[in-house]
């Protein structure tokens, strides 16, 4: 996915960005509301990260700007704020969701997809391999004209191996993209969601292979 | 801010109304007073003037005929006293110390009436009380004139019919006086109210939040009352937004710099291999977790307390708020493949309440409950309308297990079996306050179907 980060802490901006970066996102940074509008003036995100508070204005002005456009790109929040105080005003003024922070990036994540698939918009998040495909935005498998709704561990895991096929993912890596890191998760859990992967990709072009000692890797049948 | 009570003093309508009744009781009796002295004069005056005009009538008739005083008693002029009711009427001519004619014993004036100029008395004759009057003249050829001195005298029962016809009216007109002036003192001092009236309800109607200045019409008395009112919601808008400011900085302050260490760490950990460097930064990042929520908790339970205090009482439904809380969390519950089952009614539910606060008191509940629900089970959030209305959330997580659940709600305790679950334990205070603000409360009981927990927020139904 293309980001637009909005953040005009440098230190947390560079710290969200490389995250981003690690799963395979493309983020652009703005410091300013202005920067802002250049960036949005010249490139098309799927999605922009807003922090309410910057140094030349309120995060606010910016989503009432954007309001008003019919393909606007859809905005989270992060927000400071206490729950309390002014998360309705926030959505009432046109961000499709908000994140307080410090956030889990599978949670932002999470709500990003969220957001897109409640928007409805068409981006580039099918992937194929050997006649599979797999709608991220969705959630679906298709294959063989039949289609199979996943549960999100499953599609984030099987989202790992689509987007690099052949490739030998670690059990620790592979823990790592569906757990956030506060939640408490073993190795072993990771071959339940495995052998539960095996058995959605019966009958279709791909399968989950094991590599002993090192992971898995998805390959074609 | 916990409202004063207020001492009323005596009502100024009340006091208005009573002194201007007072005034208009004084007036009447005042007016009382002097239509009856005027109408009783006037009465006196009538028979004073027919009194003197017989006994000058009289005297007119008087001649000398060879030295004595002869009087052919002219009938009308005692005729023209019959015209006054039925009083009897007198007469008495006298001269040279003896009585020509009439009632002898008629006393004569206590001071000799000098010609022209008729002298009036009041007394006692025969039983009744009669006016009298006596003019002077002399009889007979000037040098041996004789002077005659004529006195008539009238009852005054007429008089007295007529006085009693006159008290009656004048009482009569004063008292309807007074009821119409006291009628029209209630209308004045309600009219004279009616813009005070009208502040009031200018200020009450107003919402806890609405701290604009009074614009109503305001009398020129009320002028400095109304501007000293709008310089403090003026002080109090800039006070509690300060109060607001400094929440919100105080979070942001806290939290940004938690952020940038929370993803910094999410960064190493990807990078790092040896598995105890991993567990390191994992226990980093709980750290971070909780100090964040923690800060955010007591943050909020700033807020709470802070709102509570000026509750807001908006028309909510409380089936919109539950949908817009399930939907905000359904992709935090999507993480650990939670599935959030709504059990709700088609219609509306129609509540009193400060939105935010009961939004904020649900999405803690529900929170929580997905905090404490493993992988792939399920949430329910129901409501039951009884005689109150519980909106329940239960879970089929690891419950609360031993710890006394009456206690659950004071501040910083968390259930026996939190094991290793981040939390600050003031989830359900904030939760509890919310409720109580409310008339309600928060209840927590085990899952009837099993494991888990099933908390439900009361409200009292409308």
Known sequence: MRFLLIEDNPKLASAIVERLRLDGHAVD???????AHSCLAVARYDLMLLDIMLPDGDGRALLESQRQDTNRCPVIVITARSAVSDRVSLLDLGADDYITKPFDFSELEARCRAVLR?????????????????????????????VIALRNRELRLLEVFFKAPGQVFSKSHLIDRMFSLSDEASENAIEVYVARLRKRLDGSGTKIETVRGLGYRMVAV | MTATKMHPTASIRQNLFYQLAGVAAILSFAFFLIVRGVAEQAAEMTQDGILSASATAIADALRSEGGAVVLDLPYSALSMLGTL?????FYRIYTDQQTLTGYPDLPLPDERPRRGEPVFETHEFRGDEVRAVSVMRPVGASGAARNVIVTVAQTRLGLEATSRTITTTATGVAAGFFLAATGLSLWAASAALAPIER????????????????TADTPTELVPLVDALNSFMTRLRASLS????????AAHRVRTPLATVRTQAE???????????RLAIREMIRAIDESSRSAGQMLDHAMVKFRTDTLASDQLDMRALIDEVCDRLGATADLKDIDIIRDLPDDPIPIHGDGILLQATLQNLLDNAIK????DSRITVSVTPNDALWVSITDEGRGFGDADLTRLKTRYTRGANVGDIVGSGLGLTIADEVASAHGGRIDIKPNENGAGACVSLVLPRE
């Open chain 2, 85 to 89: 009711n039925e009083d009897r009427v």
């Open chain 2, 199 to 214: 502040l009031t309800s200018a200020v009450a109607r107003r919402g806890p939040y609405d701290l604009r200045p009074v």
């Open chain 2, 267 to 277: 960064v190493t950990h990807r990078k790092l291999n040896k598995p105890e460097h």
């Open chain 1, 29 to 35: 940074h703005a410091d300013t509301l202005d920067a």
């Open chain 2, 372 to 375: 404490y629900s493993p992988e």
């Open chain 2, 242 to 249: 300060r109060t607001e400011d400094f929440i919100a900085e």
């Open chain 1, 118 to 146: 409640r928007q409805g918009r068409a981006t580039d998040n099918r992937i194929s391999i050997a006649g599979t495909t797999l709608d991220s935005t969705a959630g679906e498998l298709l294959f063989d004209g039949q």
